[in-house]
């Protein structure tokens, strides 16, 4: 296994037009409370890159530390790029398998109609194939129906235990991979939702 470079991440601030359809007034959060972070991270290819996202100005200590995590563990990531590259179509982004945080949208869960942890730069998706979001017989992106079996542990997946949740564990965010009939395993939050 050959050596990977040194960790690295740095945080800077956004704006409105760097955010593009992501960000739009009414959202929760203004641009100003948000931070673009550049981190390393291993790719399936073995080799460091360095990815991009979005998140709170709040969690953005948190969040290079578990990337610190994963890229030590050497956890591979698909990409990682903000979801204004995708025209902040979270289906697109994540139909992509790409690793993104902030996205100005309601929750995508059962229940009232509410703002999702990722339009206060809360949340973190990652690997989004390998990692669905499931609800009955609905799979989001279609391409993680080949994950569904959880048991049968495949690289970039999240699971109980494994570095990825507990990575994020260590900072205090949770897992929605735990939650009872609409898990989602792509998803970490500082809030739990």
Known sequence: MQALPPFHATTGAVSATALGPSWH???PVGPAQLRLLR???????GNAHTGAIVVHRDVAGDVATVFRRLYDARFPIRRMEP??????????SMAADNTSA????VASAPGPRRWSAHAFGKAIDINTIENPYVQGSYVSPAAGRAYLDRARYRRGMAVAGGV????????????GGRWSGTPDYQHFSSTGG
């Open 25 to 27: 007034a009414g959202c």
């Open 39 to 45: 981190v390393s991270f291993v790719g399936f290819d």
């Open 83 to 92: 979801v204004s590259e995708y025209g902040a179509s979270d289906r697109r």
């Open 102 to 105: 902030f996205n100005c949208r």
């Open 164 to 175: 990825l949740v507990r990575a994020f564990g260590s900072v205090g965010w949770l897992w």
